[in-house]
């Protein structure tokens, strides 16, 4: 067996042993049995995604939970308009911990607050879905695995490729040596982002708790751009659009290269279209990761002032290698070969579905999981890495074993924080 093949058996067999003791001391559900869910974070992406959950038999949403309460009775009658139960509504998540009848809580908050919420949750004893990026700082999401791992928690990742067929048939091709030697992997995400133009403080909307949004952010006054799209814009509570839609074709490109952790990173970025505004994250950034182990690159291209794709893809992922490429994205893949020759071209139609059921299915039957929260977080590593070696403007070492960057003070002192309040992110698991 190679050291790749052994590595994946090994991984997968982790994975599936973990999720099958997981599905044995799930509070309710069994192979036959629902899930039941709290969707917390009612808006935006959360709001798809609970609807997602609530349309499949092997779930119900039995609680819907967010900080602004006044969202909350009409989120739930969405929710019972596909379910046809109407679930409770709680703006503290730490009631819904406490609950008993609660077997999972999916995750669709801001970003800083994944990683709080999935380490709760696993403490209290519920499964999580937590969407991508899983952390704001690479120490957030170390904390996630090991609390993971100690209460043998599934814990699966919004990274929903994972999940679709075409993607997992790309793979095949990949390990079936077909492209030779692939020495190379881009991941891009090109389109045009609406800008963040400043905006005063302002007083707390009624029916907001600004305590609980802000968790374990730093301590601000409220302003709408914080609250609103620009968080995910501002280095408190998001990671940009690299840790964004970024991270989707990162892990992509990192499951098809078969590597974990790179030893070099370099970013050249900067704000070229949104000067001026609030944002303080790059919208254009071009970023190396070096994999030696392998003799393999990962490159990754930011352009968040584009109205066109590349190569065809808004976001998607380019394997080169020494007999031919492929291009990847969710609607599809195409192989070519010597002489630009398209031998292979494959149309699909993306779903979440897939990936909320794999979830779903680890829990009630310890099917193992597409994308695990170890996973999940090699492949947000390599966002935080490009977004650390922008913001310190230098390339940057990493050490696998120490999980920490070599000989830049400057760079690890951003690898993490401590949490504010009572909302601190524990030191030890």
């Not at 370099?266 to 609030?278: V, W």
């Not at 192989?335 to 071209?345: D, G, I």
Request: proline share 4%; with cysteine.
């Amino acid at each position: 067996m190679s050291q790749a093949t052994r590595r994946e058996f090994l991984a997968s067999a982790t994975v599936a042993g973990a999720a099958m003791a997981l599905g044995s001391r799930s509070a309710k559900a069994g192979p036959n049995e629902r899930v039941n869910l709290c969707v917390i974070g009612v808006r935006g992406r959360g709001s798809s995604v609970g609807k997602g959950f609530a349309g499949l038999p092997e779930a119900q949403v039995t609680h819907v939970c967010d900080v602004n309460e006044l969202l909350l009775d009409g989120y739930a009658k969405q929710i019972a308009e596909v379910q046809k139960t109407t679930p409770k509504t709680v703006q503290d998540l730490r009631r819904v911990l406490d609950d008993k009848s609660v077997d999972a809580i999916v995750v669709t908050t801001p970003d800083h607050w994944h990683a709080l919420a999935t380490i709760w949750g696993c403490q209290a004893g519920k499964h999580v879905y937590v969407e991508k990026p899983i952390s704001n700082n690479i120490f957030e999401g170390r904390q996630m695995v090991a609390a993971a791992r100690k209460h043998n928690r599934v814990v699966q990742v919004g990274t929903q490729s994972r999940s679709a067929p075409h993607y997992g048939e790309m793979i095949k091709i990949l390990r079936s040596g077909r492209l030779g030697h692939v020495h190379m992997a881009k991941a891009w995400n090109s389109q045009l982002r609406r800008r963040v133009p400043a905006v005063p403080d302002s007083a707390v909307p009624a029916g907001l708790d600004w305590n609980i949004w802000q968790g374990p952010a730093p301590e601000h006054a409220f302003n709408a751009n914080r609250f609103s799209y620009g968080w995910r814009w501002l280095w408190d509570y998001g990671t940009g659009d690299m840790g964004n839609d970024g991270v989707h074709d990162l892990d992509i490109a990192r499951w098809g290269l078969d590597v974990d952790f790179p030893t070099e990173i370099q970013c050249t970025g900067d704000k070229l279209a949104f000067a001026g505004d609030s944002q303080e994250t790059p919208d254009t950034q071009f970023v190396t990761f070096r994999f030696p182990q392998k003799e393999a690159v990962l490159v990754y291209e930011q352009r968040l002032w584009s109205p066109y794709f590349q190569e065809g893809y808004e976001n998607g992922v380019a394997f080169y290698g020494t007999e031919g490429y492929l291009l990847a994205g969710r609607a599809g893949w195409k192989l070519v070969e010597k002489r630009n020759k398209v031998v292979e071209e494959k149309s699909a139609q993306f779903s979440d579905i897939p990936h909320f059921k794999n979830f779903l299915n680890g829990i009630r039957s310890g099917e193992a999981l597409n994308c695990d929260i170890e996973e999940g977080y090699r492949s947000t590593l390599l966002a935080h890495l490009g977004n650390l070696a922008y913001r310190v403007g230098r390339p940057l070492k990493f050490d696998a074993k120490t999980q920490s960057i070599v000989g830049d003070d400057e760079a690890n002192a951003l690898t993490k924080r401590l949490g504010r309040k009572e909302f601190l992110i524990p030191e030890v698991i």
